[in-house]
C-alpha cells in the first residue's frame, strides 16, 4: 500500500485538491476524525464550547488560538486519538490510500506516510481567503495563519508540492500531474 499525505497551511487549498482527487481515489480527512473526537468532549476543561448540542469550532478556535496551554492540552488529547484512525486506515487493503492531514509536520504523523503532497499558497492570497471564508478579521486571520510552521520547511520535506496561486483549472491540471506521478509509483 502507498500511503499518501495531503497537507498544506491553513486557506492553502488542501480541500479543493482532496475534491479533485477524489474523483479518482478515495480521500480520507482526518479533520473530519478530529472533529468526531471533539464531539465526544463533552466537557472540556469545565469551557462551554457546544452551542445546540455540537462542537461550536468558531468558539473553541478562539479559545485555544488565545490560550497556547490549552491548545496544548486539546491537542494532547485528539492527537493520539487521530493517528490510531489513521492507522486503521491503513490496514485497509487497498493499493493506495490519500489521507488530508492538515497539521501533518507539527504532530509528527509525516513519518507515517510514503509520499507527501503539499499544498501551497501565497501568505497574502490564504489571508484573504481566511478573512472572507470564515469572516475572521485581519487580525484572527493572521493569528491562525501564524499558529501555523513556515511553508518553505514543510515544501522541503514534501514529495509533490501543488501551488495554488490562479485559477481551479490550474489547480487541477497541477493535481492531475501529481496523480500521474503517483500512478507511475504504484505501477512500478
Known sequence: MLKVAITGNIASGKSQVEKIISEKYPVYDTDKIAHKILENLKDFYGYDVFTDGKID???LGELVFLN???KKKLEKIIHPQVKQEILKIFEQNQP?????????????FDKLFDR?????ADSNIRLERLMKRNNFTKEEALRRIQSQGAEEEKIQKSDFVIYNNLTLTDLKTQTDLVLNN???IINS
Do not use: H, M, N, Q
Open 116 to 120: 507527501i503532497i503539499f499544498v501551497s
Open 68 to 70: 497556547p496551554d490549552l
Open 57 to 59: 469550532r468558531k468558539k
Open 96 to 108: 493506495i490510500v490519500f489521507i488530508s492531514v492538515p497539521l501533518l509536520f507539527e504532530t509528527g
Open 182 to 184: 503517483i500512478s507511475g
